[in-house]
């Protein structure tokens, strides 16, 4: 099998990305976007996702909405090229993952079919250095880019940086499992033959 590695730069009037990701890395990671807490998903993300990931993102107007979006639009697009085909891989995978008091759930059809539905529960205006709404364009803009149905919900908890936290590592955990290679799936994984 080819390996599962792609990349992608994006640049605009806005923003400059650029974003190299390896399937079957080992969850190594540099990320630098300029925006901590930003940073810190995206490191949970590969990390847990046990995916190598390199993000470099800069700003060039200044807007910071624009930069959590180009750098979560080109990471969904990266791993999305990854995949290529799908062929071989496990498709579908769910994760429940706690973080302290918080619980969260992923579930994922890596079919190439894009739906996605969101629930994060944030409470405050701001998380970090990120505001709540920027927080949630943030996940939309991935899941809608990961070209693949899912459904990532934030069950329950108290503080909104744990929710949050907990909401992207059972996605990193629930992508890691649908994406792996399944050893008995000689092919595309769909009665259609096609993705």
Known sequence: MAPRKASIKRNTKETSVSVTVNLDGVGKTS???????????IVS???HGMMDLKVDAKSNDGIEH???????ITIGQTIDKALNSRRGITRF???SVPMDESLAEA?????KRPFW????LIKRNKIEDISKEDL??????LLQNL???IHLTVKYGDNDHHKVEAAIKSLAVALRNASSLDKKQKGIPSTKGSM
């Open 107 to 111: 579930s994922i059809d890596l079919i």
């Open 147 to 149: 070209n693949s149905c």
């Open 31 to 41: 990320i630098k976007t300029g925006i901590n807490f930003l940073d810190h998903l």
């Open 117 to 120: 539905k969101l629930t994060l």
């Open 136 to 141: 949630e364009h943030f996940f939309q803009s």
């Open 93 to 95: 995978s769910y994760a």
């Open 45 to 47: 993300f590969g990390k």
């Open 66 to 72: 624009h930069l959590i979006e180009d750098t979560a």
